[in-house]
Every structure is written in C-alpha cells, then in structure tokens.
C-alpha cells in the first residue's frame, strides 16, 4: 500500500524547531507565524489532495520562505504608491492630481495634532471649517464667496439642491454627459430634488430653446462643461454670458460645473483655451463649481464659487454636513490655492502643471538618458514618437507629444506589464504595438531611480 503522500507534510513543531523560522520568529509573533504556517500546510494539502506534485521542496527552510512571503503580504497596505508610466497625468484609477510640496507639508502639519479646523483663535471661539479657502477662492476667481466640499460630484449635488429642489433645472441635452463611471450629470440632478428639464438637442442647443423652458418652477440654468468629449460638425450651444442675460432678469440662477477647475491659462502650448472659474463668472455664471483634483492639481475637493447668497444658503443646507472636507483636504488645497497666486510658481510647483508643460525636448532627453541606462545595463529599450493624455475628463481628445521608452526582451509585452504591475513599487504601463512603453511625463524625477530598479527587476 502506498503511503497517504499528505503524511509528507512535517509538522507545525518539526517546522518551528528548525533553524530556518528561528528568524522569522524572532522577529514575528509566534501565533502569526503559527497561522501562517497552517495556512501554508493547507494549500500544501489540497494541492497533494486534488493530485499535483507536491512541490520541489518539503522541507523546513521552504515553508520558512513561503511563511514569510505570506507576512509580508499581509503586512502590505492595500492602498499603496504606484508608479504612473501611463503618461495619462490625471488618472482618476491613480488617484488623479499628486500634491506639490507645499501641499504635503501643509497637510502633514495639520495631520498629527489639532488645528483650528473650527475655532476662532482670534476671538477664541467657535469657527467654521468652510472659512479656511474662502479668502484665495474670493481672490482667484473674483467671487464674492466661496465653499469647499468633498469632491465636484457633490459641488453639483449641493448647488442644485440649494438653489432648486422641488423646482425645475434647465439643462441643454447636448451636456447630460456621463463622467468617469459614475458621474452622470442626470442622475446627480434627480438625486438633489430638482427636475431635469432638457432642451435642445444633442449637438445644438440655442437661446430661444432655454426662453422656451424657462417659467415660474424654473430653479435654476446649469450649464455643464463638456470635460471627456468633444463634438464637432453641426453644432450650437448658447454662451454663457447669452444664458445669464436671459436668467439674470428672471432672478433665475446660473450654475457652470466647470468640472476640471482651471484657474490659469492653458498649462501647455499644445492645449486650446479652456474656461477659467473667473472667466465664467465674469461671463455671468451665478456659481461655478469645479474638481480641487483636476486641472487644480490639490486633494480630491470640489470648489463652489460665485454670489454670496447662495453660498450662504448652502453652507445653512443640511446637505453641506454631509458632503463637508476634512482638515487635511482644506490643509492641502489652501497651500494649492496659495501657489496659483503666481501663475510661475504654480505652473513650476504644482506636479499636474509641471507634467503638463513639459516641453519635448526636455522629455526626450529624459527617455534617452533612461534607455540608455537599461541599455548599459543589458536590456533592450529604445525611444519612440507617443503622446501623453491629460486624462481626468479634461481636454478630451487633446494628445501632447510624448518619448516613450518602450521595452524590449524575451518576455511577452503582457508578461512584462503584469511583473511590472506585481513589483515594489508597483508600476503602471501601457502597450502599444505589443511593446511595453514607458511616457516618464507623469513620472517625477526624482522618481526616476525607483522606476530604473523596478524596471530591471521585472526585466530580470
Ligand atoms: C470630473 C467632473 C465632475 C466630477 O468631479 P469629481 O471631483 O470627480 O467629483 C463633474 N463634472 C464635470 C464637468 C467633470 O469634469
């Protein structure tokens, strides 16, 4: 009779008694390694069970590397650092906007203690979170007021809310538009109590079409910046400064969700004109609303501005509890904020603008220099013409040039972009035309070690 192969398995005190876990359990506790171990021996034992080979070693010092490979897993945060090879700058799936500096140390120098989140120290008394922003809001975009919540989808959320629930919103069909997967402007609008009144039509909307809608339940008009798409041809759309001059007589208000929330000029020579939150204010918008995440380049927020009475009327809204920012988010974007005070700094200081206007030639010398040092160290790469995206739902369509650094070798491109995936720091990477490529634009330069190592280990 042959012998029952699970009988291979040693056991738990054989395995700890071996020289190879006294590491491992000098520097663990006993019962998580114990665990670990059992956890270990299971899948040892269904794999003997379902009639695999048992693996090439059985012996102690395999189950020690195993066991420790198992903890160190667990150990392992499940939100971690990446690497962005992608090129897209804004990356929603990556956490869209890295902070500047100035940002991180603000955030950090409220993170471990108390602050003044709401308290006057003035007065020394109660205060309000929403006041912190408010004064470089007002300053940058010409506001009479302002107020921050946790992301643009809830800007839109509480602006209409406020201004029209249980009335009806004006919307131009054209810009009932889906953003990311789970934003769509009319699912927003029903969910703050207002009714969606559509006109127009997909590619034009005019002027006499909102004239035509708007009566005694009109809440609010709200104009909605097409981010993630274009559409050409056959096309109208009426202005915003046509839409105030109808709605301002009519004491209807105008909301503009801006949604990338740029606010100076274009960040790249490559990208067209987009409008700024003063810009539409100027142009008449009674709120504009906008992402602190995008174009911004600061924390996940959402920033409402424009007249005072209805900020007002939000911040009393219920809603706002709801939807309220925390001290590190309003630590992050007031320092954000404060860089854009001078449009050098902020396009030097600020990662998203810094990566946006990288010129060419300054990128291209970066992929070469990189290339060539996997080339020095025996790997195949080589740098080819690609465009980087701006991502984020912003400038759709937009492409900036791009040098990639595209990866040779004996692995296959998938192959190669899941270890690059599976290696620390994990990095993300395109394929195009069955290579693995490399757009060092959203990679900071003092990131360019990191990405070398990981690089070679997963060409390894
Ligand atoms: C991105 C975007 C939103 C959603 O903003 P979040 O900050 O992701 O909630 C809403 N409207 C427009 C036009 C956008 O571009």
Known sequence: MTRDPRRAIPGVDRLLADAAFAPLLASEARGRVVAALRAVQGEVRAGLAAGREPPEARDAAWYASAVAARLRAAARPSLRPVLNATGVVLHTNLGRAPLAGAAIEALVQVAGGYANLEYELEGGRRGSRYDHCVGLLRELTGAEDALVVNNNAAAVLLALNTVAEGREAVISRGELVEIGDSFRVAEIMAKSGARIVEVGATNRTHLADYAAALSQA????????????????????????????????????????????????????????????????????????????????????????GRSRWIAAMRRNPLARALRPDKLTLAALEATLSLHRDPETARREVPVLR??????????????????????????????????????????????????????????????????????????????????????????PAEDAALLQAVTDALR
Do not use: C, W
């Not at 981010?227 to 105030?244: D, H, M, P, Q």
């Not at 503009?256 to 003063?278: K, R």
């Not at 992402?291 to 924390?299: A, E, N, Q, R, V």
């Not at 070798?409 to 290579?435: C, D, K, Q």
């Open 355 to 444: 990566m946006l206007g990288a010129g060419a030639e300054e990128l291209a010398a970066r992929a070469h220099a990189f290339a060539g040092r996997l080339r020095a160290l025996g790997h195949e790469a080589e740098v080819v013409d690609g465009a980087s995206a701006v991502g984020g739902g912003a400038y759709p369509g937009a492409e900036l040039p791009a040098a990639l650094v595209a990866l040779g070798g004996a692995r296959s491109a998938a192959e190669l972009e899941r270890r690059l995936r599976h290696g620390e720091p994990p990095v993300v990477a395109r394929i195009t035309e069955g290579r693995v490529v490399l757009d060092l634009r959203t990679i900071a």
């Open 218 to 305: 009109t809440g609010a008009i709200l104009k909605v910046h097409r981010s993630n798409f274009r559409i050409t041809g056959f096309v109208a759309e009426a202005t915003l400064g046509e839409l105030a001059a109808l709605a301002a007589p009519r004491g209807i208000p105008v909301i503009n969700d801006l949604g990338s929330g740029l606010l100076l000029g274009p960040p790249a020579a490559e990208l067209p004109h987009e409008p700024t939150a003063a810009e539409a204010l100027r142009a008449g918008a009674d709120l504009v609303t906008m992402s602190g995440d995008k174009l911004l380049g600061g924390p996940q927020a959402g920033i409402i501005a």
